[in-house]
């Protein structure tokens, strides 16, 4: 039973979902067996892990039913219901949250049983509640929402034509309908068709499918005098078709640094009309487009950190940085730490430490306050104890061994100690040159680090203005790891050696 699918419901129930299942389980209305209703207060005891062993099959049955004699068939069946009640609780409680559906189930029911004047007065004020609500502080879509309209909008020009024969409302109701459907549908495909960009393999040979063809003929003939048309109307649905137009555009592979630009501007222009969840989403979008730039990245003329530290700054500022069950999924905490490390930002990462900390996921929470902690101690030019916290970290994940092999060899560089330095570099050359898995991309990235920091070691004990003023050149004009901390340590020979 340890590995029942009810056990595996119900250790998802907070304390307080517990209670109510108990109360569900305990309605005659959703269950008239009294034996289901005895085998849950048993297995609650041992809640909420729901891993002791007298969770077994065998024993439970002793506690519902003492003194007899145990029936596999008896008890599976118990379980079964007991776990159908359980999927049947999870997902009222999931259609209770969902406030919009709701809304529209009610009114198709008035109308499926006639009740046409509750009806009319209910959607009357649904209309009033929902027309122009403030989405930040809803938890629905903007799609989701344009859906809601266009469903309500045509009950209620169902409603106008079987009642009101010859009036201009109906069709007026059914225009607005169409008009919220068109939308919706535009937005979801813009959606589902990033995701389908980031999943497609860059290596299978580019087919026609019908999203494609249908994503040519949108931006190539419909969208622009699609937009003229809603700007018209609704301001606001301008501001956000335009906003997911420009997404779309942004992360297509053969984007610019200036669709980039458009969708950032887009982006901000509707920061404060959106959910707080589309908006987190379209953020991280706008990491994604920077990174994906193909673009020779020194020509840009844009410092690219700074611009991936602005975006989770506004993620921080509209209280998007967290995900809504509250916990910093991914990796967002370690990328903000070292994109703000190479900008030498260092207090924004105590900042961060303070405020997020604790809102890592218990699996990795360790790992990344101890990356944390080494980047700002470096900061600090407490460069052993930044090594001590890099030595504590779990190098099982895979992205870890590539940063902390590059900032120890920095720490050593600092602490002038070219014998560790050398150890590290060799262990690290071993590992990605003999790894398979590792990209083209990560190991030239690697190999350049290496060979950059073994040159400023080589400047150091050995000045040559000539070969520095050389290093210098090739350093600015090339996007690389920690490339401020060279250009500085670089200054630093010139000065040691002016």
Not at 30 to 36: A, I, M, P, S, Y
Not at 459 to 479: A, P, V
Request: hydrophobic share 35%; proline share 1%; aromatic share 14%.
């Amino acid at each position: 039973m340890l590995k029942s699918s009810l056990l595996e419901i119900l250790r998802t129930f907070s304390k307080q979902e517990l209670i109510k299942f108990e109360d569900f389980v305990m309605s005659p209305y959703h269950n008239k067996k009294e034996n289901v209703v005895k085998l849950f207060l048993e297995i609650k005891r041992y809640a909420p892990s729901f891993t002791d062993t007298n969770l077994e099959k065998e024993k439970i049955w002793v506690k519902v039913f003492p003194g007899k004699e145990y029936n596999y068939g008896i008890m599976k069946n118990l379980i079964h219901e007991l776990t159908k009640l359980s999927e049947s609780f999870i997902t009222i409680e999931h259609s209770n949250n969902k406030k919009l559906e709701n809304n529209l189930n009610l009114l198709e029911t008035l109308l499926d049983r006639k009740i046409t004047k509750v009806f009319s007065s209910k959607i009357e004020m649904i209309e009033k509640i929902y027309d122009n609500p403030d989405f930040k502080s809803e938890s629905y879509s903007i799609e989701s929402y344009y859906e809601f309209l266009n469903k309500l909008y045509y009950m209620k020009s169902q409603y106008n034509w079987h009642d009101n024969m010859g009036s201009l409302a109906a069709y007026e109701l059914t225009c607005r309908s169409t008009d919220y459907l068109i939308l919706s549908a535009i937005i979801t495909f813009y959606k589902y068709f990033n995701n389908y960009l980031i999943i497609k393999n860059e290596n299978i040979p580019g087919k026609d499918n019908v999203a494609e063809v249908f994503l040519a003929g949108l931006n190539k003939t419909l969208i622009s005098p699609l937009l003229e048309n809603v700007k018209v109307n609704s301001e606001r649905d301008y501001l956000i078709l335009k906003c997911y137009h420009a997404m779309n555009i942004a992360i297509d592979a053969d984007a610019d640094i200036n669709s980039y630009f458009n969708f950032k501007k887009s982006l901000i222009d509707c920061s404060d009309i959106i959910s707080k969840d589309d908006l987190r989403n379209l953020l991280i979008c706008l990491v994604n487009s920077l990174k994906n730039l193909k673009e020779d990245k020194s020509v840009l003329g844009i410092n690219f950190n700074k611009e991936i530290m602005e975006t989770f700054d506004l993620m921080i500022e509209h209280k998007t940085f967290l995900e809504l069950n509250g916990m910093m999924e991914g990796n967002k905490f370690y990328y903000y730490c070292t994109v703000a490390f190479d900008l030498k930002e260092y207090e924004s990462i105590e900042i961060l430490v303070k405020k997020f900390g604790n809102k890592i996921p218990e699996n990795r929470r360790e790992n990344e306050n101890n990356y944390s902690q080494a980047l700002i101690y470096f900061g600090k030019k407490q460069y052993s104890k930044s090594l001590e916290h890099l030595s504590r970290i779990n190098l099982h994940f895979f992205n870890m061994k590539f940063v902390v092999k590059n900032i120890q060899m920095m720490n050593y560089y600092e602490l002038n100690d070219y014998v560790s330095f050398n150890y590290v570099l060799d262990t690290y050359r071993h590992f990605f040159t003999r790894n398979k898995s590792i990209t083209s991309y990560t190991k030239s990235a690697a190999e350049n680090f290496c060979k950059n920091m073994n040159k400023l070691f080589k400047l150091r004990e050995s000045f040559d203005k000539f070969e520095l003023e050389e290093f210098r050149k090739q350093i600015k004009g090339n996007e690389l790891t920690y490339k401020y901390w060279m250009l500085d340590k670089i200054s630093e020979i010139e000065k040691d050696n002016s």
